[in-house]
């Protein structure tokens, strides 16, 4: 928490940390910007390259809950899905570790989703269109 001058309140305090960036929007984002210029302040920037050391690694970790993930996304498609989000593949693995395993399951963050997507999406161009997206 850090004092504040905004008059209705004493303290302010902020639990965001870190972003996966989806859109030329985010070239200039204000929360990095103040992250890297404010470090003690803010805390650690989990920002692109840590996320994505995280992701690498929890890859490495769970090869399974990657390739869960393109069979799911395989299966919505011949399915006839037309349009899927990796989100709601998470959570469909979630739901598979927790009732097959009696609750246990690996910590899978939620900022991980687009990198799987974006994992697919890169390893076979134009296959794995369906994906929603912010972009489009």
């Not at 690996?106 to 890169?122: D, G, T, V, W, Y």
Request: hydrophobic residues 35%.
């Amino acid at each position: 928490m850090a004092e504040t001058s905004i008059e209705w309140c004493d303290y302010t305090f902020n639990p965001w940390r870190g972003c996966t960036k989806v859109s030329p929007g985010c070239a200039n984002c204000y929360a990095e910007i103040t992250a890297k210029r404010n470090p003690n302040v803010l805390g650690s920037c989990l920002f692109d390259d840590t996320i994505q050391a995280r992701f690498e690694a929890f890859c490495r970790a769970h090869p399974d809950v990657v390739s869960r993930f393109r069979q799911i996304a395989l299966e919505l498609r011949a399915a006839g899905h037309e349009r899927y989000s990796a989100d709601g593949i998470l959570h469909v693995i979630r739901w598979h570790y927790a009732t097959s395993t009696g609750g246990e399951t690996p910590k899978i963050n939620n900022i991980f989703a687009s990198r799987l997507a974006r994992q697919l999406i890169e390893a076979e161009p134009g296959r794995w269109e369906a994906f929603l997206s912010c972009e489009g």
